[in-house]
């Protein structure tokens, strides 16, 4: 009977070794963690776009100021001024969005073909999830630069276009 006992206590202890302590071992997650900043700062692409868009915005509405502000009193040229202001922080944050609208892109793409249900961003986490960060920047780093060629290849006929 002992001997039994001793086997059946050996059992166990080998099943344990084969597939590990499952009752104590993490839990696999459906849930993504993402460093957005990371991404972001991955892609300089993404951040030098934002950057060109930014300006051309900031110098077209300069010359616009000051082609409007030409023949005004200080008082218009400040109301002139603010009016713009407001416009340009409403463009600022339509390039913003348009910014994180590919970020986002690029996480839902992962998120579906790693088979996550939900994804957080990493600042927001303690403990737990699968980190998809790197993932994430490869996935829009394709993505941006294939938008780079296509914008190249616009570019590209349009001159021939104009040449002819």
């Given at each position: 009977?002992?001997?039994?006992?001793?086997?059946?206590?050996?059992?166990?202890?080998?099943?344990?070794?084969?597939?590990?302590?499952?009752?104590?071992?993490?839990?696999?997650?459906?849930?993504?963690?993402?460093?957005?900043r990371?991404?972001?700062?991955?892609?300089?692409?993404?951040?030098?776009?934002?950057?060109?868009?930014?300006?051309?915005?900031?110098?077209?509405?300069?010359?616009?100021?000051?082609?409007?502000?030409?023949?005004?009193?200080?008082?218009?040229?400040?109301?002139?001024?603010?009016?713009?202001?407001?416009?340009?922080?409403?463009?600022?944050?339509?390039?913003?969005?348009?910014?994180?609208?590919?970020?986002?892109?690029?996480?839902?793409s992962?998120?579906?073909?790693?088979?996550?249900?939900?994804?957080?961003?990493?600042?927001?986490?303690?403990?737990?999830?699968?980190?998809?960060?790197?993932?994430?920047?490869?996935?829009?780093?394709?993505?941006?630069?294939?938008?780079?060629?296509?914008?190249?290849?616009?570019a590209?006929?349009?001159?021939?276009?104009?040449?002819?």
């Amino acid at each position: 009977m002992r001997w039994q006992a001793y086997l059946s206590h050996l059992s166990v202890s080998w099943q344990l070794f084969l597939w590990g302590d499952t009752a104590n071992a993490a839990p696999t997650s459906d849930i993504g963690v993402v460093d957005q900043r990371q991404v972001i700062s991955d892609n300089g692409t993404l951040a030098l776009d934002y950057q060109k868009k930014l300006k051309e915005t900031a110098d077209e509405m300069q010359k616009d100021f000051d082609a409007k502000a030409e023949n005004m009193t200080d008082a218009e040229k400040e109301k002139l001024f603010a009016d713009m202001q407001q416009q340009f922080n409403q463009k600022r944050t339509s390039i913003e969005k348009e910014m994180a609208d590919q970020v986002t892109g690029a996480v839902k793409s992962v998120a579906s073909k790693r088979g996550l249900s939900l994804v957080v961003d990493k600042a927001a986490v303690i403990y737990g999830g699968t980190d998809i960060t790197k993932d994430v920047s490869d996935s829009l780093a394709k993505s941006t630069s294939a938008s780079a060629d296509a914008a190249k290849t616009d570019a590209a006929k349009t001159d021939s276009s104009t040449t002819k």
